[in-house]
């Protein structure tokens, strides 16, 4: 079909934010082309996604489109929102509330890291626990490794080491508040002598790596200033380097050997979903 909107281009970006807003027409199948050009200007195409407001009856949208190559999802997804009348639809809610029963007063099996002095973030759920067979029950609110803890049942006002706490006493009921996470990559060119710029836990744990703080002059403030819609922020977690995951220590092993040298750094980070621009 005719083309009827073409987006800015984003350089040297994984996960592009565009933030763009058209109009098209609404009765129609309307086919989101993803691609990517190189430095001649040769274009390629990556995946595709399809949108069809008049076949589901509804005049709104907000949400994930699954991408495809080929009659083939690839994996990715692109997040947009769709209005034929009226305003947008309400962002999809990240957070959910859940309630563990646990008469016994059995182990919950959750294990958190309370590096981040505002939520818990839950490192694994271990096997035949509570919190196991709990999450065994759940389709769509699964308390889960990846997801972060904002309240856990009376410690609303207290810190994040009340909460631990109280999980670590194994309740009879507990309630908790949980987060989603979203992930986002980005890609940094550390110059020879230079850094990749980020504070680390001494001593972390789990699976993941937080960053207390962006430090000044580093690969990841220049990445900051180039990309304004895709900061990075004090507390956001690495969970991967270069695809790679494992244990914080491995993680953090892995940015180390890159400082003083020229290289080339993918950061796969994550943040609580109401926190990622989309």
């Given at each position: 079909g005719d083309e009827l909107f073409k987006s800015q281009q984003k350089k040297n970006v994984l996960d592009p934010v565009w933030n763009e807003e058209c109009d098209l027409p609404a009765n129609m199948p309307l086919k989101f082309t993803v691609f990517q050009s190189d430095v001649d200007g040769n274009t390629d195409v990556l995946a595709c996604a399809t949108l069809d407001l008049a076949s589901t009856g509804t005049d709104q949208f907000n949400g994930e489109l699954p991408l495809e190559m080929d009659g083939k999802l690839i994996g990715g997804i692109l997040t947009l929102k769709a209005r034929s009348v009226g305003d947008y639809p309400a962002e999809p809610s990240s957070e959910f509330t859940v309630t563990i029963e646990n008469p016994k007063k059995k182990a919950l099996g959750l294990e958190?890291?309370?590096?981040?002095?505002?939520?818990?973030?839950?490192v694994r759920v271990k096997k035949g626990t509570v919190m196991d067979r709990f999450n065994e029950t759940q389709l769509e609110n699964k308390v889960d490794a990846g997801c972060f803890i904002t309240s856990v049942t009376a410690a609303d006002a207290g810190s994040i080491t009340d909460m631990e706490k109280i999980l670590k006493k194994n309740p009879k009921q507990v309630e908790l508040v949980c987060k989603r996470a979203k992930r986002f990559r980005i890609s940094l060119s550390v110059p020879e002598g230079g850094s990749v710029g980020i504070a680390v836990p001494q001593k972390p744990m789990g699976n993941s790596l937080p960053i207390p703080e962006v430090k000044a002059g580093g690969a990841v403030e220049a990445?900051?200033?180039?990309?304004?819609?895709?900061?990075?922020?004090p507390w956001d977690r690495i969970v991967a380097v270069n695809g790679k995951a494992g244990k914080a220590a491995d993680l953090l092993k892995q940015i180390k050997a890159k400082g003083g040298k020229s290289a080339s750094l993918v950061l796969t980070l994550v943040r609580m979903s109401s926190e990622v621009a989309s």
């Amino acid at each position: 079909g005719d083309e009827l909107f073409k987006s800015q281009q984003k350089k040297n970006v994984l996960d592009p934010v565009w933030n763009e807003e058209c109009d098209l027409p609404a009765n129609m199948p309307l086919k989101f082309t993803v691609f990517q050009s190189d430095v001649d200007g040769n274009t390629d195409v990556l995946a595709c996604a399809t949108l069809d407001l008049a076949s589901t009856g509804t005049d709104q949208f907000n949400g994930e489109l699954p991408l495809e190559m080929d009659g083939k999802l690839i994996g990715g997804i692109l997040t947009l929102k769709a209005r034929s009348v009226g305003d947008y639809p309400a962002e999809p809610s990240s957070e959910f509330t859940v309630t563990i029963e646990n008469p016994k007063k059995k182990a919950l099996g959750l294990e958190v890291d309370a590096m981040d002095p505002s939520r818990l973030f839950v490192v694994r759920v271990k096997k035949g626990t509570v919190m196991d067979r709990f999450n065994e029950t759940q389709l769509e609110n699964k308390v889960d490794a990846g997801c972060f803890i904002t309240s856990v049942t009376a410690a609303d006002a207290g810190s994040i080491t009340d909460m631990e706490k109280i999980l670590k006493k194994n309740p009879k009921q507990v309630e908790l508040v949980c987060k989603r996470a979203k992930r986002f990559r980005i890609s940094l060119s550390v110059p020879e002598g230079g850094s990749v710029g980020i504070a680390v836990p001494q001593k972390p744990m789990g699976n993941s790596l937080p960053i207390p703080e962006v430090k000044a002059g580093g690969a990841v403030e220049a990445w900051n200033t180039d990309h304004p819609d895709q900061t990075v922020e004090p507390w956001d977690r690495i969970v991967a380097v270069n695809g790679k995951a494992g244990k914080a220590a491995d993680l953090l092993k892995q940015i180390k050997a890159k400082g003083g040298k020229s290289a080339s750094l993918v950061l796969t980070l994550v943040r609580m979903s109401s926190e990622v621009a989309s």
